[in-house]
């Protein structure tokens, strides 16, 4: 069932109900599914776009981005939404490898896309959708729902790459309803008098949240800002109820230490979801001191959105009254219909308390990588899926994340692998080896470090390590890269350690790091 389906049932049962909010901008339930219709229309009728064609949406979050993503869905086509912070490099390339045939941005992007325009595909349609060209789309013919089958394309997800290019994770009609069943049946109960705040980004978690709202003729509640800004927050739970969101942990932190804070800003406050890297003990206890119960924490990935454990507000209550650190560490119990098992390097099965791989099935497990076969055959097999993560189960059925054998850096909830900033930083001509570790860090939860050994370009000359500065390379990284991708830190030093076979050593450089910084 195409997943478009539950905007059109809302326009019915929540017909006048506020479907986005956006400043003084309300848009109900009915003029949401009309507005959807006519883009759909347009899609399919004067674009030409033909049944699971793939569109891209690069914009910030605002009204427009909930517009075009049922729209695409209404037409029977796949959605490709992009974080809106990417380089434009990252963008070409995503545009390029999903063959999209039109994309959606707003006056930011659109800048930055018609600077490059001839490293775009030719047939590639560009809309902006703060133009007159946009607003007039709604003044045309409408177009009804397209069917489509549970196991038809619908999200097409692209994940940092762990070898320097991002895989697109395909994701189905039939996964999109999984999670709305998730959130529904173990995050939170939904009705028309609740909110959900998008200040993460629409591409990513909080994209997907978009859903169990829109179902049960919850509103949409998006910040001015286009993004998270904790003093933008508390004004808005000053002016609605039944406030929640989702959000990475560096986020709580930065609202539960805004300036003036206190707990009568959270009065209106439901739930915050949390997820995409560690929260720290201090900060959790914290928050729920200021908050009350309010937290939930969520485990997912790209692969398997949102969906696989849940440590919901009872479990948070509990724990924390009861002082239970090691379960409060851990991100909680399974998904109603997930199944996980944790299995050693030879695919067998390890006891509880014995860390493995974390292998996951159940309905949001996506049915593969665009285009990519091999690595769908790596990481699927008989509907499990080798999530890259390391960790154990206790005796209860908890799960604990206790590494990453992706080597992904969660930085402010972002994934960052080292690969792709390494692959960047090597293209300078005066470096010769680079290698990318994350660190703990208050603010962001890990920061990203790139030690550095620079090109000697002759015997005499053992002035490159000097020549080649941090500030250079800062400047060089923001031209490549996305500015939350970037080394926080440079370090020079004269070669990177290596094993026997040539393997630089990351573990030594954390060690390294750690002597040197206590």
Not at 246 to 262: D, Q, R, W, Y
């Amino acid at each position: 069932m195409n997943i478009a389906e539950i905007l059109r049932r809302s326009s019915s049962a929540y017909h006048d109900q506020p479907a986005v909010r956006c400043g003084n901008r309300s848009t109900s339930f009915y003029d949401l599914y009309q507005r959807v219709a006519a883009i759909a229309y347009y899609l399919r009728h004067q674009i030409g776009l033909s049944s699971n064609d793939r569109v891209v949406i690069a914009m910030d979050n605002r009204a427009e981005y909930i517009e075009t993503l049922f729209a695409v869905w209404q037409a029977g086509l796949v959605a490709v939404p992009v974080n809106a912070k990417l380089h434009i490099s990252e963008f070409e390339y995503i545009i390029k490898d999903s063959q999209a045939a039109l994309c959606f941005t707003n006056n930011k992007l659109n800048q930055q896309f018609a600077e490059h325009r001839q490293s775009l595909p030719d047939s590639l349609t560009i809309v902006n959708v703060e133009t007159q060209q946009y607003q007039d789309l709604f003044q045309g013919k409408q177009l009804a729902l397209e069917p489509k089958q549970d196991d038809d394309l619908a999200w097409l997800f692209y994940t940092s790459g762990t070898t320097g290019r991002p895989k697109g994770a395909m994701q189905s009609h039939k996964n999109l309803y999984g999670i709305i069943r998730g959130f529904l049946g173990q995050v939170k109960a939904v009705d028309c008098n609740d909110a959900i705040y998008h200040g993460a980004p629409m591409s990513h978690g909080s994209g997907y949240y978009i859903l169990p709202f829109i179902a049960k003729g919850g509103t949409q509640l998006i910040p001015e800002s286009g993004g998270f800004e904790a003093s933008e927050l508390i004004n808005l739970l000053r002016q609605h109820r039944n406030v929640s969101f989702f959000a990475a942990p560096t986020m709580v932190k930065m609202l539960i230490e805004s300036p003036g804070v206190s707990a009568q800003n959270f009065n209106h406050l439901d739930t915050i979801i949390y997820g995409g890297g560690p929260m720290y003990q201090t900060i959790l206890e914290q928050a729920h001191q200021l908050m009350g119960n309010k937290l939930v924490q969520i485990y997912g990935q790209g692969e398997c959105p949102m969906n696989i454990t849940v440590l919901d507000r009872y479990q948070h209550q509990t724990f924390v009254s009861r002082n239970q650190q090691q379960r409060l560490s851990s991100v909680g119990l399974p998904y109603l219909g997930m199944q996980i098992k944790v299995l050693d390097t030879l695919g067998n099965t390890l006891k509880n308390g014995v860390s493995g791989e974390i292998n996951v099935r159940g309905e949001t497990v996506m049915l593969g990588y665009w285009g990519k076969p091999e690595a769908t055959n790596d990481c699927l097999k008989d509907g499990w899926l080798a999530t890259g993560d390391i960790g154990y189960i206790d005796e209860q059925g908890y799960l604990y994340l206790t590494d990453r054998s992706k080597d992904v850096i969660i930085s402010g909830g972002s994934n960052i692998y080292p690969r792709e900033v390494e692959e960047i930083l090597l293209k300078h001509p005066q470096v010769s080896e680079a290698s990318v570790i994350g660190v703990a860090d208050e603010q962001w939860g890990e920061a990203v470090i790139a030690y550095i050994a620079a090109t000697v370009s002759s015997p005499d000359d053992n002035e490159a390590n000097t020549l080649l500065s941090a500030h250079e390379l800062e400047h060089y990284c923001l031209q490549h890269m996305a500015r939350f991708k970037r080394p926080k830190q440079y370090y020079f030093i004269d070669e990177l350690p290596k094993n026997s076979t040539g393997k630089i050593l990351k573990t030594q450089l954390r060690e390294l790091y750690n002597s040197t910084h206590g």
